[in-house]
């Protein structure tokens, strides 16, 4: 089945950057539809950002926009989160997750998407 794990996150400064990938252990990911989630200490699971797999549609949370890039390499069976201009409530577990075009799309709520990575630890901290 496919499966999915997260990497990149780490301590960065407020401004700086970091860049998060998503390895599908399968090529059925590629048409999956794959999202970024994240989770605040003390808060709700919140959507970030997502992609198609058909057409490469993007969705970014207001909040995100303009400082983060959703991509994905379907030959490489990956995903990626560029994230520039980092502030200290970026902060946060992020979460890789899909969502397969039989159950849904980008725009569905978080409890759908059916594959989740185990999440990777961001802190935007001076």
């Known amino acids: 089945q496919l499966q999915l794990v997260e990497s990149g996150g780490g301590l960065v400064q407020p401004g700086g950057s970091l860049r998060l990938s998503c390895t599908g252990s399968e090529s059925t990911l590629n048409y999956y539809a794959m999202g970024w989630f994240r989770q605040a200490p003390g808060k709700e699971r919140e959507g970030v950002s997502c992609?198609?797999?058909?057409?490469?549609?993007?969705l970014y949370a207001d909040s995100v926009k303009g400082r983060f890039t959703i991509s994905r390499d379907n030959a490489k069976k990956m995903g990626y989160l560029q994230m520039n201009s980092l502030k200290p409530e970026d902060t946060g577990v992020y979460y890789c997750a899909a969502i397969h075009p039989a159950v849904g799309n980008c725009y569905n709520n978080y409890e759908d998407f059916g594959v989740w990575g185990q999440g990777t630890q961001v802190t935007v901290s001076s």
């Open positions: 992609i198609s797999g058909r057409d490469n549609f993007t």
